[in-house]
């Protein structure tokens, strides 16, 4: 009874501050919303026993993707959008294409078999951060060092691209 | 035992990506059709853990849909970074984030 009350309490958390973001006009204001949402997700990660990964998505996403989108948004300076798209002919297509999305899937799921409460496991194997570990240094060690590899190309990446540019008297093509 | 089925958590997953979607589609400036995008991983990320949870068994503990969760959290950090790097690029360049300005390939 507690974990349904807590499950649709943690579901709108999750949903609300989605579709208010998809809204938000102010792109500060959707950051913000950003953490909420993720947040409710991580609420949902600890509902289903996977505590690491609750844990991990509050530091990861609410806060160092929230922390570096805020960052970019004040250095750029472009916190206000002004206007959203007004045009109906351009809002028709994508909404309804998202109308059939959302009823193909929820109808889906709906009809599919399944959904009874999980067999044998009180608690989930998902809840000790041990079995992360097992796993992370045995079957996916090939992975686990991609990953670290991927996190360094990254870093070189981004300090490539948002390098100072040349200055314009020094560039071959022309400005625009 | 949980009372909550399966098939709730399916429907808050399908509704979140699909929320992120309409974002994707309907908004102009890059860095929230971006953060919209954040919103699809983690529908799938909730997909992923709620299908481990349901689906655990003593014998078989289906933890790769957990592990998977922690690599995409990875992944979609390096994303975050490498993409707002794009975007600040881009600014610079051109002086706006918005979707419908930036039309060069058109030309």
């Known amino acids: ?176 | 035992m949980l009372p909550v089925a399966l098939n709730h958590y399916l429907i808050v997953a399908a509704l979140l990506f699909c929320t992120g979607f309409a974002g994707v589609l309907l908004r102009r400036n890059v860095i929230v059709v971006f953060m919209c995008l954040e919103l699809m991983l983690n529908a799938a990320n909730i997909a992923l853990v709620a299908f481990s949870r349901y689906n655990a068994t003593v014998e078989r503990p289906m933890m790769d849909g957990n592990v998977f969760v922690f690599f995409v959290i990875t992944v979609a950090a390096a994303e975050v970074a490498t993409g707002l790097a794009i975007i600040v690029a881009l600014y610079r360049r051109r002086g706006t984030v918005m979707a419908d300005d930036l039309t060069a390939l058109k030309k």
């Open chain 1, 1 to 176: 009874m507690m974990h349904d009350v807590l499950f649709y309490l943690f579901a709108a958390m999750t949903l609300a501050p989605a579709l208010l973001l998809v809204c938000s006009r102010n792109t500060v204001n959707a950051a913000m919303l950003m953490i909420v949402s993720f947040i409710g997700a991580a609420s949902l990660f600890a509902l289903l026993q996977a505590y690491l990964l609750a844990v991990l998505q509050v530091m990861v996403y609410a806060g160092a993707v929230v922390v570096l989108f805020l960052f970019i948004i004040m250095l750029l300076d472009v916190g206000h959008e002004g206007r959203l798209r007004a045009a109906l002919s351009k809002l028709v297509a994508p909404l309804a294409f998202f109308a059939a999305l959302g009823c193909c899937s929820v109808l889906a799921i709906l009809s599919g078999r399944g959904g009874e409460a999980p067999a044998g496991l009180e608690a989930s194997p998902a809840a000790s951060a041990e079995s992360f570990g097992m796993l992370l240094f045995t079957k996916y060690q090939l992975a686990f060092e991609l990953t670290g590899f991927l996190l360094l190309a990254a870093m070189v990446g981004v300090i490539f691209i948002s390098r100072r540019a040349i200055p314009a008297g020094n560039r071959t093509e022309g400005k625009e």
